[in-house]
């Protein structure tokens, strides 16, 4: 029996060292969550505009063209929800706040579960959204899982590399596809660089809407989301904080695949919500056509979301 447990603990010892290590790197790595709430707080005294909302404004609304001092909160696939437990959480911490921009999008009302990302929220945000108290504990196995973990891994290795050879500055997180680790995030903002012509292959984009089409039948999650949106509204009045409810643009492609009527019901519904409050809403989504302003379907990149920020900042002047 001894020498079975010494043969078991030495054929397991391999994976105890792996997970010892990786739950160490994964509770000091730097993360672009981890990125995005120390800029809020190193820069709290001076933030005058908070940006929420999820992909679309995260990469389409770029602070440094917003007159106003502004910070970008939003982050990929983030529910209204997680928009609100974030305000929730910073709104006292900001002085100088005056204006928010919520972003709702065609699916926001429709969806507030941010799947594995409600792990990484937790972990860099603070904000405990019900996760399991496993998933709080290993952080490899169950909470990035090995493969979002061997990924960051790597690409901490290739930057490594890269900064051996060169002296030009990469970003210290992974971020996604499509952004270059070679930019510099600014006030919570970073871009995708250039168009991905794949992305708008037919196909491509009507698998893309679909996955949005989806979501608009879920309508627990709407009654859901509308509570959470009046209570963001109502937190910000309090504040005597001047709230900006915008839809951000997407490619025509895409926009001849979703159903507007659900669309304009939504609208209908946010517009009669905001009369209460200190709230104005603004529909971008038919504003930008050009392809080459975007990265894929649904996302702006770089050169689209400074031409889209410079509108924005005209419109809540």
């Not at 908070?50 to 007159?67: M, T």
């Not at 926001?108 to 594995?116: E, R």
């Not at 001849?256 to 919500?273: G, H, P, T, W, Y």
Request: proline letters at 3%; one cysteine or more; hydrophobic letters at 40%.
């Amino acid at each position: 029996m001894k020498k079975f447990l010494i043969k078991l603990f030495i054929f397991l010892s391999p994976f105890i060292l792996v997970s010892i290590f990786f739950e160490i790197y994964l509770r000091t790595v730097n993360t672009h969550y981890k990125e995005k709430i120390n800029g809020l707080y190193k820069n709290k005294d001076k933030v005058e505009v908070l940006i929420l909302g999820n992909s679309h404004a995260n990469y389409g609304i770029n602070p440094a063209y917003i007159s106003m001092e502004s910070y970008n909160m939003a982050m990929v696939n983030q529910p209204l929800l997680h928009d609100y437990l974030i305000l929730e959480k910073v709104i006292n911490s900001l002085p100088n706040l005056k204006k928010a921009i919520i972003s709702i999008d065609y699916h926001t009302l429709y969806f507030s579960d941010d799947g594995i990302r409600n792990n990484w929220v937790y972990y860099d945000y603070g904000i405990d959204t019900n996760i399991e108290y496993a998933t709080k504990l290993s952080r490899f196995w169950l909470g990035y899982t090995p493969k979002v973990a061997f990924s960051m891994l790597k690409y901490d290795i290739k930057r490594s590399i890269y900064n051996l050879k060169n002296e030009k500055p990469t970003l210290n997180f992974k971020a996604e596809n499509g952004v270059s680790f070679t930019d510099t995030i600014h006030n919570g903002w970073l871009g995708y660089t250039g168009t991905n012509p794949k992305k708008f292959n037919d196909n491509v984009v009507k698998s893309r809407a679909d996955v949005f089409n989806q979501n608009i039948t879920r309508k627990d999650e709407r009654v859901k989301n509308l509570k959470v949106f009046k209570s963001m509204l109502e937190l910000l009045k309090k504040k005597n904080i001047k709230t900006y409810v915008i839809t951000m643009p997407c490619h025509p492609k895409f926009r001849a695949m979703i159903d507007e009527n659900v669309r304009q019901k939504d609208i209908f519904e946010i517009e009669k919500i905001i009369k209460d409050y200190n709230a104005v809403y603004i529909d971008f989504f038919d504003n930008i056509n050009q392809q080459k302003l975007y990265y894929d379907c649904d996302h702006l990149n770089k050169q689209g979301a400074v031409i889209f920020s410079n509108l924005l900042n005209i419109s809540i002047q």
